[in-house]
């Protein structure tokens, strides 16, 4: 997950996971250095997601900005809920 570090909606996307208990690894992007802000933005353009944050990845998917729905929907969640 690439985020930025006063983003609000990235601030919400890493307490969906925590309250879901889904590990996941963040990197905030405005605190890196130049290059590796560089590097992050190469990677998210070969990934084919526009660069925009919250930045998820689950799987082979891209989750670009705050998608609750859609986090749930690709970690098997919302099944739970109907149950």
Not at 30 to 38: A, K
Not at 46 to 52: H, N
Not at 54 to 59: A, E, H, K, L, M
């Amino acid at each position: 997950m690439y985020t930025l570090s006063t983003c609000p909606w990235c601030r919400k996307a890493k307490k969906y996971f925590t309250d879901h208990n889904v590990p996941f690894q963040f990197i905030d992007y405005d605190l890196q250095s130049p290059e590796e802000q560089q590097k992050i933005e190469q990677g998210m353009l070969e990934r084919g997601g526009p660069l925009s944050f919250p930045w998820v990845v689950i799987g082979d998917d891209v989750i670009v900005g705050w998608n609750p729905a859609r986090y749930d929907e690709l970690l098997g969640l919302s099944q739970a809920k109907e149950r």
